[in-house]
């Protein structure tokens, strides 16, 4: 049949209906007959509806791209939320990592000074000078990690503004890689405190006190412990002392309770005596085994990529958001930090 003389008029199309109906040839769901033995794929309802609710799924009529949020989702999630401080812990020197390595020297207490032996002495008039000896650590080396992932947009997704299910992915894999670069700062953290063997033993914060703070030794209270550490500190004589403590949720809880009437600010109040000024809490944090630090003296945490996203079109009519970032972290300063181990004991 020619283009041109297919209308609705014309008879053959009268007689394929006729046929339809009666039953002499394959319908579909919808009533119209199978044509070469094909299905009829897809039917659209036309006009396209307003918005509509089902459950928790929301059409709507405007798709707003969330890749280009990621980085602030991040941010936001990090800045209002004090259980996230890898940056608190490592300065972050802004610089980009060049050449796939951080080459750095770790410094100890007692490299500020020469070595035992080799210091200066007296001498008599005229006697030669004493020779000065002095140390140096070996170099070492930190290299980019990346973290990664990759989220799938269908076509679909996007014509049917499935807005609240794709933003809510975007938000999910934002808030793990900030919460996987959080533990991989503490995991690191806790192998460098212990190399570096500044551990020590601390008073058990969690003893049963039903008299409250009356009639108790105070040396076996929670704040002999920070004046150990104070001490500990002031010992190292490298002019460091420490304004952060990393606290587990559980440790603080436990200390809030016992310092609430502590007076000028309760808890705050009392590490305001021992200089600590920065209270960091957060369910990551290793139980039992709270940090003291000098805030950003520790070492630098560095990127050689910044959280970044690419978009790359896939087979199968969709799109790929891929999301990398690459830190560094480096720990080099051991006088910076020490940690109180078994308070929950």
């Not at 609705?8 to 769901?29: C, N, W």
């Not at 990090?78 to 990592?97: D, H, K, L, R």
């Not at 809030?256 to 990551?284: A, E, F, H, Q, W």
Request: net charge negative; aromatic share 8%; no cysteine.
């Amino acid at each position: 049949m020619h283009p041109d003389n297919f209308t609705p008029d014309t008879k053959s199309i009268r007689e394929l209906l006729a046929r339809a109906g009666a039953g002499d040839i394959p319908v579909s769901e919808n009533g119209l007959p199978i044509l070469s033995g094909a299905e009829v794929q897809n039917p659209v309802a036309m006009p396209l509806g307003p918005a509509t609710v089902s459950g928790t799924t929301i059409t709507v009529d405007t798709y707003v791209n969330p890749p280009t949020q990621i980085p602030g989702i991040i941010r936001t999630l990090v800045a209002a939320n004090q259980g996230y401080f890898a940056e608190t812990i490592f300065a972050t020197p802004g610089f980009t990592v060049e050449g796939g390595a951080i080459i750095y020297e770790e410094t100890f207490p007692e490299d500020f000074f020469l070595p035992k032996g080799k210091e200066g002495a007296p001498r008599a008039p005229g006697a030669p000078a004493k020779r000065l000896g002095s140390t140096r650590r070996p170099i070492k080396a930190a290299y980019p990690e990346s973290w990664a992932g990759a989220i799938e947009v269908t076509d679909e997704a996007r014509r049917r503004n499935m807005v609240i299910a794709i933003r809510r992915q975007f938000i999910q894999a934002a808030n793990t890689i900030a919460n996987n670069i959080q533990l991989r700062a503490l995991t690191y953290l806790a192998e460098k405190v212990a190399e570096w063997e500044r551990q020590d033993e601390g008073n058990n914060w969690r003893e049963a006190r039903p008299e409250g703070l009356v009639n108790v030794d105070p040396f076996k209270m929670p704040h002999r412990d920070l004046a150990l550490i104070q001490k500990l500190f002031a010992e190292d004589k490298v002019g460091v002392m420490p304004d952060t403590v990393i606290l587990n949720t559980e440790d603080n809880y436990f200390l809030d309770v016992l310092y609430s009437s502590y007076p000028n600010g309760g808890l705050d109040g009392m590490l305001r005596n021992y200089g600590i000024t920065k209270r960091l809490v957060s369910v990551l944090a290793p139980e039992g085994n709270p940090y003291f630090l000098k805030s950003g003296g520790i070492g630098v945490m560095a990127f050689e990529k910044p959280l970044t996203q690419e978009t790359h079109r896939q087979p199968g009519f969709k799109d790929l958001y891929e999301l990398d970032v690459a830190p560094v972290l480096v720990a080099y300063d051991a006088s910076a930090i020490r940690q109180l181990t078994g308070v929950n004991a």
